[in-house]
């Protein structure tokens, strides 16, 4: 469907309910138990108040930035996603040819319908980087790893808050299974396709440790990003053994129920790193404004998802760049808004404190 006439990026999901069947979109949309993680990534951004600086020249403005030392023209990236042809027949492929008309890099998933190879080659000048589940089969992770670095990624980044997978009632009731035509193509030729298929995916490591970063980095030359942090002294930890950043991540609300917002486990992540690597962060981002707080309590760029998800379900790869488009043009509209000429200028000063604001109101 046209998706040109749309204003705002929560006017994609209700359309993509409809086009999608019930057991594809409550795959997408649901979070774990009771949905209160996943609500609480959106709501927490709406709890923070901005305060903007006035008359400050700044009719010219950019939103260039880098990350890990990599040049971006805005400070999103695509946030790595599953079993993206279910959404649409191009599935990663849409995905991908729009991220690389954006200069937006996308992170590719290991649970992705498109092999990573191919996704390269379709968009070969694009800078995008590999998400990674451990293997327990450790000769096949490195063989994942080293296949992503001989085609060109830029970064791997390492989900870890997945030992186990977070209760999602929805597709238990929906019985949910990958569809028949389909097929996880970064696995090892190996796996079963009946695990798979009710993805449990036996393969994944669910003896997580911090010497588990230190072997990845031992195995590429690549920066290694930890996904999926939410304390500050875990980042450090995550630092120890050669974290090159962190992404903080709730996996969307999907995994713990009642884990706290992105947004609201930033700022301790941030003041513990204390700028010795990048952080980022996902979760809940659907307004431009949303990437401006996040950035002034810390963050170096946010990654975007279920949104692009359903631009994808809507209008292949033209529905994920109107999506990109109006996150874009909205975080332009709130620099300018708040006399930003500059990724540089978003900083702490533009957030209200809560607790002031609060006290001289009674």
């Known amino acids: 469907m046209d998706t040109s006439k749309l204003l705002n990026l ?56 880098t990350v890990i030392g990599q040049p971006m023209n805005i400070p999103i ?15 990663e492929y849409a995905m991908a040819r729009a991220a690389l008309s954006h200069s ?26 590999f998400q990674l589940y451990l293997y ?44 028949s035509n389909m097929e996880i193509k970064n696995f090892p030729a190996e796996a079963n396709r009946e695990g798979v298929s009710a993805y449990h995916a036996p393969i994944f490591e669910d003896n997580l440790r911090w010497s588990d970063v230190s072997w990845l980095k031992s195995i590429t ?21 050669g974290a090159d950043g962190i992404i903080v991540s709730n996996h969307g609300g999907r995994q713990l129920d009642g884990a706290l917002a992105t947004i609201d486990a930033l700022p301790d992540v941030v003041q513990a790193v204390d700028g010795v690597v990048d952080v980022l962060i996902d979760g809940g981002i659907r307004r431009g404004t949303d990437v401006l707080k996040a950035l002034a309590r810390g963050a170096k760029a946010v990654l975007l998802g279920r949104s692009l998800l359903w631009g994808l379900a809507l209008n292949g790869e033209t529905g994920v760049g109107h999506v990109l488009d109006l996150i874009t043009q909205e975080l332009d509209l709130a620099m300018a808004l708040c006399g930003c000429h500059s990724i540089a200028d ?4 533009l957030l209200a404190d809560e607790k002031k604001i609060f006290q001289n109101s009674v």
């Open 10 to 65: 929560r006017e994609f999901e209700p359309l993509a309910r409809e086009q999608l069947s019930q057991m594809i979109f409550e795959y997408y949309a649901s979070g774990a138990n009771d949905d209160v993680t996943l609500s609480a990534n959106q709501s927490a951004y709406q709890r923070i108040l901005l305060r903007p600086h006035m008359m400050t020249g700044n009719a010219q403005r950019s939103m260039k930035t």
């Open 77 to 91: 990236l695509i946030a790595p996603m599953a079993y993206m042809k279910m959404a649409h027949p191009d599935g």
């Open 104 to 129: 937006i890099s996308m992170i590719v998933s290991t649970t992705a319908t498109v092999a990573l190879e191919d996704v390269a080659a379709a968009v070969p000048n694009a800078a995008n980087w």
């Open 136 to 179: 327990k089969d450790r000769a096949a992770a490195r063989a994942l790893v080293e296949r992503a670095e001989s085609c060109g990624y830029k970064a791997i980044v390492l989900t870890v808050d997945r030992p186990v997978l977070g209760r999602r009632e929805a597709d238990i009731r929906n019985n949910f299974a990958l569809p």
């Open 221 to 241: 030359r690549l920066p290694v990003l930890v996904k999926g942090v939410l304390r500050g002294d875990d980042a450090r930890l995550a630092i120890e053994r």
């Open 346 to 349: 978003i900083t702490p000063d």
